[in-house]
Every structure is written in C-alpha cells, then in structure tokens.
C-alpha cells in the first residue's frame, strides 16, 4: 500500500479545518441563537463533514472527481456511512478511556488520534477511490 504524503497532509488540513467550522458552528448557535449545546453540536457536525466532503472532493482528492451526478450522490452515500463509522469508533475509544480514568479530552484527543489513519483509508480506498 503507497501512501501519498502530501495527500495525508492534505487530509489532515482539511480536518483541521472542519474542527475550526465545527467549534465555531457551535459557538454561533449556543451563543447568539440560545440553541442547546446538544443541538447546536449535531448541526454544527453536519455543517463540518459537508465542508470537508465539499473540499476532500475539489482539493485532497481533487483528480478523482465525480463524473456525474449520480457518481457524486454514491460518493457523497459512502462518505456519509464512513464518517458514520468513524463517529462511532470515536465515541467508542472516547467512552472506553474515560471509564479507564482518563480526562474527557484527553480521551477524546486520543480517540480522534486513534481514528486518523482508519479514517484516512476508509476515504482513500471507498469514498475516493478512482471509480467513484
């Protein structure tokens, strides 16, 4: 398996970024709209993975674009079933190390670490892979 740096650094950017929309997201809602915290960080979530999933397609993995409509409604399906999957482990590591004795954010730092390369590959090889 050949991994391209500069895409994993990519990758990793556009992460950062979402978690920038997301915190923000959240901030706006709590604190200007009185949503609940609850609420306002499952819109924000959404709000993130659509800005990774818009900007993962035009510029981490930018030369396999979609080629129609429906290719990019598939992708956008298995993106969707990926950050699934991804939430879940990191709810999973987070619940397991917080019971273990560890501080919620550590553990939830951990987790996020934990899931990076899992994540990383999920998108590489089912989301943008080639024949999307």
């Not at 895409?7 to 609940?36: D, H, K, S």
């Not at 129609?68 to 993106?79: E, I, N, Q, T």
Request: hydrophobic content about 55%; proline content about 2%; overall charge positive.
């Amino acid at each position: 398996m050949r991994v391209s740096f500069r895409r994993w650094g990519v990758f990793n950017l556009v992460g950062f970024a979402g978690f920038i929309v997301q915190i923000g997201a959240i901030a706006l809602l709590t604190r200007r709209f009185g949503w609940t915290p609850f609420a306002a960080a499952a819109v924000a979530l959404e709000v993130a993975a659509l800005q990774n999933f818009l900007v993962h397609s035009h510029w981490t993995w930018g030369d396999r674009r979609a080629t129609s409509l429906r290719g990019w409604l598939r992708r956008y399906w298995k993106y969707q079933a990926a950050k699934t999957a991804s939430l879940l482990a990191n709810l999973g590591i987070t619940t397991v190390l917080v019971y273990a004795g560890m501080p919620a954010e550590l553990a939830n730092t951990a987790a996020v670490l934990a899931c990076a390369i899992p994540n990383y590959l999920m998108f590489e090889h089912l989301v943008f892979r080639h024949s999307a």
